[in-house]
Structure formats: structure tokens, C-alpha cells
């Protein structure tokens, strides 16, 4: 698994469980899709299927690969 931040773009790991790299804070599923995943899983042909997250506290935005 791999965490993209949206604001620097730096793949980073996770090992268990998904956090808030900034401040801790639990992701939560967004429910809407962001531009950056829609066009992952265009050029990716649809094998790839990116999950968007948002943090509970600080409302920061993550996409899970
Ligand atoms: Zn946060």
C-alpha cells in the first residue's frame, strides 16, 4: 500500500492501518472521487482503482493506491 500526499506528491508506506501524516488523525473514505484518482485509473486503463481519503481532524486529502 501506498499513501500519495496530494500536496507534495510523495508515495509514502504504511504499514498497518491508515493515519494522518501531518497530525495522526484517522482518514476517513471520501466519498467524492478526486481528479488526481479519476485520471490514475484512466491512464492506468482502470487497473488501478484509487480510494480517496480526507483527515478526520485537519481535513488534509489523501489517495490510497
Ligand atoms: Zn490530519
New binding site residues.
Given amino acids: 500500500m501506498a499513501l500519495i500526499d496530494l500536496d507534495k506528491i510523495i508515495v509514502k508506506r504504511t504499514i498497518l492501518g491508515i493515519r494522518?501524516t501531518?497530525?495522526g488523525?484517522n482518514l476517513l473514505v471520501s466519498e467524492k472521487e478526486s481528479a488526481i484518482s479519476k485520471l490514475a485509473r484512466i491512464i492506468s486503463l482502470g487497473i488501478v482503482r484509487p480510494k480517496d481519503y480526507a483527515?478526520e481532524?485537519?481535513k488534509?486529502r489523501y489517495i490510497l493506491l
Fill in positions: 494522518c501531518v497530525c488523525g483527515c481532524t485537519c488534509k
